[in-house]
Protein backbone atom coordinates (compact mmCIF):
# COMPACT_ATOMS: atom_id res chain seq x y z
CA UNK A 1 0.00 0.00 0.00
CA UNK A 2 1.98 2.82 -1.35
CA UNK A 3 -0.64 5.47 -1.35
CA UNK A 4 -2.84 6.74 1.25
CA UNK A 5 -6.26 4.60 0.69
CA UNK A 6 -9.54 6.95 -0.23
CA UNK A 7 -11.69 4.61 -0.61
CA UNK A 8 -12.26 2.31 2.76
CA UNK A 9 -14.75 -0.78 3.11
CA UNK A 10 -14.97 -1.42 6.68
CA UNK A 11 -16.01 -5.11 8.41
CA UNK A 12 -15.41 -4.44 11.96
CA UNK A 13 -18.17 -1.75 13.73
CA UNK A 14 -15.74 -0.46 16.02
CA UNK A 15 -13.42 0.46 12.66
CA UNK A 16 -15.65 1.60 11.20
CA UNK A 17 -16.84 4.57 13.67
CA UNK A 18 -13.01 5.39 14.21
CA UNK A 19 -12.81 5.95 10.20
CA UNK A 20 -15.87 7.67 10.04
CA UNK A 21 -14.80 10.40 12.86
CA UNK A 22 -11.39 10.69 11.89
CA UNK A 23 -11.40 10.35 8.12
CA UNK A 24 -14.95 11.89 7.29
CA UNK A 25 -15.71 11.05 3.22
CA UNK A 26 -12.92 8.16 3.53
CA UNK A 27 -15.29 5.48 3.76
CA UNK A 28 -17.25 3.83 1.09
CA UNK A 29 -18.98 0.70 2.76
CA UNK A 30 -19.83 -0.69 6.17
CA UNK A 31 -21.49 -4.00 7.06
CA UNK A 32 -24.81 -3.89 8.59
CA UNK A 33 -24.16 -3.90 12.31
CA UNK A 34 -22.30 -0.51 11.73
CA UNK A 35 -24.21 1.77 13.98
CA UNK A 36 -22.04 4.32 15.00
CA UNK A 37 -21.72 7.38 13.77
CA UNK A 38 -25.77 7.18 13.22
CA UNK A 39 -25.68 9.55 10.33
CA UNK A 40 -23.29 7.15 8.31
CA UNK A 41 -24.23 6.99 4.51
CA UNK A 42 -22.39 4.02 2.75
CA UNK A 43 -23.40 1.34 1.33
CA UNK A 44 -23.93 -2.06 3.27
CA UNK A 45 -22.31 -5.24 2.66
CA UNK A 46 -24.24 -7.60 4.98
CA UNK A 47 -22.62 -8.56 8.70
CA UNK A 48 -19.10 -9.22 9.70
CA UNK A 49 -19.80 -13.12 9.54
CA UNK A 50 -21.18 -12.91 6.21
CA UNK A 51 -19.92 -10.10 4.27
CA UNK A 52 -21.06 -9.78 0.40
CA UNK A 53 -17.98 -10.43 -1.27
CA UNK A 54 -18.92 -9.30 -4.63
CA UNK A 55 -20.50 -6.12 -3.17
CA UNK A 56 -16.86 -5.22 -0.93
CA UNK A 57 -15.22 -6.02 -4.48
CA UNK A 58 -17.68 -4.18 -6.36
CA UNK A 59 -16.96 -1.04 -4.41
CA UNK A 60 -13.57 -0.77 -5.84
CA UNK A 61 -11.81 -0.29 -2.28
CA UNK A 62 -8.32 0.82 -1.68
CA UNK A 63 -8.37 -0.75 1.76
CA UNK A 64 -11.02 -3.47 3.74
CA UNK A 65 -10.52 -3.03 7.28
CA UNK A 66 -10.79 -6.13 9.31
CA UNK A 67 -10.39 -8.08 12.32
CA UNK A 68 -9.15 -11.69 12.74
CA UNK A 69 -12.08 -12.54 15.48
CA UNK A 70 -14.85 -11.21 13.99
CA UNK A 71 -14.43 -11.70 10.19
CA UNK A 72 -13.91 -15.30 8.65
CA UNK A 73 -10.12 -16.18 7.73
CA UNK A 74 -11.69 -17.39 4.16
CA UNK A 75 -13.74 -14.59 3.36
CA UNK A 76 -10.50 -12.48 4.09
CA UNK A 77 -8.20 -14.72 1.93
CA UNK A 78 -11.06 -14.31 -1.11
CA UNK A 79 -10.74 -10.73 -0.88
CA UNK A 80 -7.01 -10.78 -1.14
CA UNK A 81 -7.77 -12.83 -3.96
CA UNK A 82 -10.01 -10.54 -5.65
CA UNK A 83 -6.35 -8.36 -6.02
CA UNK A 84 -7.98 -6.37 -2.93
CA UNK A 85 -5.43 -4.55 0.35
CA UNK A 86 -6.73 -6.39 3.50
CA UNK A 87 -5.58 -4.86 7.04
CA UNK A 88 -6.22 -6.89 9.83
CA UNK A 89 -6.72 -6.01 13.41
CA UNK A 90 -6.33 -8.21 16.29
CA UNK A 91 -6.13 -6.83 19.73
CA UNK A 92 -6.25 -8.70 22.90
CA UNK A 93 -5.97 -5.51 25.30
CA UNK A 94 -6.15 -1.62 25.07
CA UNK A 95 -2.67 -0.42 24.80
CA UNK A 96 -3.12 -2.87 21.87
CA UNK A 97 -5.78 -1.59 20.80
CA UNK A 98 -4.75 1.79 21.01
CA UNK A 99 -1.66 1.27 18.80
CA UNK A 100 -3.68 -0.87 16.60
CA UNK A 101 -5.78 1.69 15.85
CA UNK A 102 -3.05 4.22 15.66
CA UNK A 103 -0.97 2.28 13.15
CA UNK A 104 -4.86 2.26 10.96
CA UNK A 105 -5.53 6.07 11.14
CA UNK A 106 -1.82 7.17 10.35
CA UNK A 107 -1.84 4.60 7.33
CA UNK A 108 -5.23 6.94 6.16
CA UNK A 109 -3.00 9.90 6.80
CA UNK A 110 -4.33 11.07 9.91
CA UNK A 111 -1.14 12.35 12.02
CA UNK A 112 -3.41 13.65 14.59
CA UNK A 113 -6.43 12.05 16.21
CA UNK A 114 -7.35 14.04 19.58
CA UNK A 115 -10.01 11.30 20.48
CA UNK A 116 -7.32 8.52 20.57
CA UNK A 117 -4.75 10.83 22.29
CA UNK A 118 -7.62 11.87 24.94
CA UNK A 119 -8.04 7.65 25.22
CA UNK A 120 -4.44 6.15 25.68
CA UNK A 121 -5.01 9.51 28.43
CA UNK A 122 -8.09 7.99 30.39
CA UNK A 123 -6.72 4.07 30.11
CA UNK A 124 -2.75 5.16 31.55
CA UNK A 125 -3.89 4.89 35.02
CA UNK A 126 -2.92 1.23 36.18
CA UNK A 127 -5.75 -1.00 37.24
CA UNK A 128 -5.95 -1.06 40.98
CA UNK A 129 -4.37 -3.70 43.05
CA UNK A 130 -7.27 -3.76 46.12
CA UNK A 131 -11.19 -4.24 46.01
CA UNK A 132 -10.46 -6.29 43.13
CA UNK A 133 -13.61 -8.30 41.93
CA UNK A 134 -13.88 -11.66 40.40
CA UNK A 135 -16.72 -11.95 37.84
CA UNK A 136 -18.89 -13.83 35.19
CA UNK A 137 -19.48 -12.47 32.07
CA UNK A 138 -21.58 -14.14 29.77
CA UNK A 139 -21.62 -13.05 26.25
CA UNK A 140 -24.26 -15.83 24.77
CA UNK A 141 -27.43 -17.69 25.93
CA UNK A 142 -29.12 -20.53 24.31
CA UNK A 143 -27.04 -21.84 24.31
CA UNK A 144 -24.82 -20.33 27.22
CA UNK A 145 -21.16 -18.59 26.59
CA UNK A 146 -19.25 -16.42 28.17
CA UNK A 147 -15.59 -14.38 27.89
CA UNK A 148 -12.68 -16.81 28.18
CA UNK A 149 -9.09 -16.10 28.11
CA UNK A 150 -7.02 -13.71 26.36
CA UNK A 151 -9.55 -11.09 25.66
CA UNK A 152 -9.70 -7.31 24.63
CA UNK A 153 -13.61 -6.88 26.96
CA UNK A 154 -11.64 -8.86 29.64
CA UNK A 155 -8.37 -7.35 29.84
CA UNK A 156 -10.63 -3.96 29.85
CA UNK A 157 -12.72 -5.33 33.39
CA UNK A 158 -9.14 -6.15 34.57
CA UNK A 159 -8.51 -2.51 34.21
CA UNK A 160 -11.33 -1.56 35.94
CA UNK A 161 -10.81 -4.00 38.97
CA UNK A 162 -12.88 -6.66 37.51
CA UNK A 163 -11.08 -10.44 36.92
CA UNK A 164 -12.74 -12.28 34.39
CA UNK A 165 -13.38 -15.97 36.62
CA UNK A 166 -12.87 -17.59 33.62
CA UNK A 167 -9.61 -16.07 32.23
CA UNK A 168 -7.31 -19.09 32.56
CA UNK A 169 -9.81 -21.22 30.51
CA UNK A 170 -8.62 -23.00 27.22
CA UNK A 171 -11.17 -21.20 24.68
CA UNK A 172 -11.87 -17.87 24.48
CA UNK A 173 -15.15 -18.18 24.33
CA UNK A 174 -16.07 -21.07 26.00
CA UNK A 175 -19.91 -22.72 26.60
CA UNK A 176 -20.32 -22.87 29.94
CA UNK A 177 -22.92 -25.19 32.60
CA UNK A 178 -24.07 -22.41 34.82
CA UNK A 179 -23.85 -25.06 37.67
CA UNK A 180 -20.17 -25.76 37.73
CA UNK A 181 -18.66 -22.66 37.53
CA UNK A 182 -15.95 -21.21 39.82
CA UNK A 183 -16.95 -18.82 42.33
CA UNK A 184 -17.50 -15.27 41.44
CA UNK A 185 -18.78 -11.80 43.18
CA UNK A 186 -20.65 -10.48 40.20
CA UNK A 187 -22.31 -11.81 36.56
CA UNK A 188 -21.56 -8.53 33.76
CA UNK A 189 -24.08 -8.95 31.06
CA UNK A 190 -23.49 -6.44 28.13
CA UNK A 191 -26.25 -5.71 25.53
CA UNK A 192 -24.02 -6.88 22.78
CA UNK A 193 -23.29 -9.66 21.10
CA UNK A 194 -26.74 -10.61 22.90
CA UNK A 195 -28.75 -8.02 23.96
CA UNK A 196 -29.28 -8.99 27.96
CA UNK A 197 -31.34 -6.62 29.82
CA UNK A 198 -33.22 -6.22 33.12
CA UNK A 199 -35.55 -8.93 32.46
CA UNK A 200 -33.13 -10.96 30.12
CA UNK A 201 -30.22 -12.27 31.89
CA UNK A 202 -30.66 -11.66 35.92
CA UNK A 203 -33.24 -14.10 36.56
CA UNK A 204 -30.76 -17.10 35.49
CA UNK A 205 -28.50 -16.04 38.42
CA UNK A 206 -30.65 -16.01 41.59
CA UNK A 207 -28.85 -14.28 44.15
CA UNK A 208 -25.72 -12.93 42.40
CA UNK A 209 -25.24 -8.99 41.81
CA UNK A 210 -25.54 -8.52 38.36
CA UNK A 211 -24.26 -5.70 36.71
CA UNK A 212 -25.97 -4.65 32.93
CA UNK A 213 -23.00 -2.83 31.24
CA UNK A 214 -22.72 -0.99 27.42
CA UNK A 215 -21.30 -3.68 25.03
CA UNK A 216 -19.78 -1.05 22.65
CA UNK A 217 -18.03 -0.05 25.29
CA UNK A 218 -17.12 -3.27 26.69
CA UNK A 219 -16.06 -4.38 23.25
CA UNK A 220 -15.61 -2.17 20.96
CA UNK A 221 -12.14 -0.41 19.83
CA UNK A 222 -12.68 3.13 19.04
CA UNK A 223 -13.81 6.51 20.25
CA UNK A 224 -15.96 4.83 22.96
CA UNK A 225 -12.89 4.03 24.44
CA UNK A 226 -12.97 7.86 25.60
CA UNK A 227 -16.56 7.54 27.44
CA UNK A 228 -15.67 3.46 28.35
CA UNK A 229 -14.19 3.86 31.85
CA UNK A 230 -16.21 6.18 33.45
CA UNK A 231 -19.62 4.84 31.84
CA UNK A 232 -17.99 1.18 32.84
CA UNK A 233 -16.94 1.60 36.54
CA UNK A 234 -20.67 3.46 37.23
CA UNK A 235 -22.63 0.26 35.43
CA UNK A 236 -20.11 -1.84 37.63
CA UNK A 237 -20.52 -0.55 40.82
CA UNK A 238 -24.49 -0.34 40.78
CA UNK A 239 -25.61 -3.82 39.70
Known sequence: MSEVPRRVVSLVPSLTESIAVTTPGRLVGATDWCTHPPELEVARVRGTKSPDLRAV???????????????????????????????????????????????????????????????????ASPAPASGRRSALVPIWRRPWMALGRDTFAGDVLARLGVDNVLAGHRD??????????????????????????????????????????????????????????????????DP
Not at 95 to 120: I, K, N
Not at 194 to 222: I, K, M, N
Request: glycine share 6%.
Open 57 to 123: IGLQPDLVVTNAEENRAEDLEALRQAGLDVWVTDPDTVPAALSQLRSLLAALGATRVDWLDEAEHRW
Open 172 to 237: RYPRIDLAALPAYDLVVLPDEPYAFGAGDGPEAFPGQPCALVSGRHLTWYGPSLVEAPTLLRTQLD
